[in-house]
């Protein structure tokens, strides 16, 4: 079974600022790997994914995440955040490149502070 | 517009008195699934459907029932609600390629 360790539950941060959310995972088999944001009283919305090839894969609003298979992390990082990336952030695992059994995180929330 | 719909959006209801959370898609997605959203739990599976008439159970399952009688329809039954039933829940749906779709969540709460 696979597991997902999200190692802080809030994130406050300057705008402008870097930010970096970390994401652990547990597994006996391959992985992919998701991240999702959730918006105020939205339901979730894929933001980047790794099935295979480059570890490092990016969204189309600045973020990029790097899978690491000896550290088994793939962290999400933005090098200057916006009022606008204030949300809920969600890493997801699974064995399958379908959707059945994504096991979710915990999830941290990102406050960017003016 | 493509979208995952659920109804109601908010429901306050008493112990033991049976509801259904509807939830259609119009994206003709062969997976939708049920999740449960509690805070410090993050989300997690009640039941998914690969298929019309093909079920099977999330992680925490007990207390729920589901149907799959329609590609666009996959409705969450509490047969008898309780307490700790109170939760807000999401209904997603994908083409199974890792990027599921969701609806904007059905937040309950069961006195």
């Known amino acids: 079974a696979q597991s997902v360790t999200q190692l802080d539950s809030q994130v406050p941060v300057f705008e402008e600022a870097p930010v970096e959310l970390r994401c652990n995972y547990s597994?006996?088999?391959?992985?992919?790997l998701f991240w999702y944001v959730q918006y105020p009283n939205q339901g979730l919305q894929l933001l980047l994914k790794y099935l295979s090839g480059s570890t490092l894969v990016e969204s189309i609003n600045g973020f990029e995440a790097e899978f690491n298979k000896s550290q088994t992390s793939f962290h999400l990082r933005k090098p200057s955040v916006h009022i606008s990336d204030t949300a809920e952030y969600f890493c997801a695992v699974s064995q399958f490149q379908g959707a059945q059994k994504l096991v979710f995180g915990q999830g941290t929330r990102l406050t960017i502070n003016p | 517009e493509a979208q995952v719909t659920q109804n109601p959006r908010y429901l306050i209801t008493v112990t033991g008195k049976k509801l259904t959370v509807t939830c259609s898609q119009n994206?003709?997605?062969?997976?939708m699934s049920w999740y449960r959203q509690d805070p410090g739990l993050g989300l997690r599976q009640i039941y998914y459907?690969?298929?019309?008439?093909?079920?099977d159970k999330g992680d925490v399952p007990e207390g729920y029932k589901v149907s799959r009688k329609e590609k666009r329809n996959f409705p969450l039954i509490l047969e008898s609600p309780s307490p700790n039933q109170t939760s807000l829940y999401f209904c997603?749906?994908?083409?199974?390629?890792?990027?599921?779709?969701f609806g904007e969540g059905s937040r309950l709460t069961v006195l």
């Open positions: 597994s006996s088999v391959s992985v992919y």
């Open positions: 459907s690969m298929n019309v008439e093909v079920t």
């Open positions: 997603a749906s994908s083409y199974n390629t890792g990027e599921l779709f």
């Open positions: 994206m003709n997605h062969e997976y």
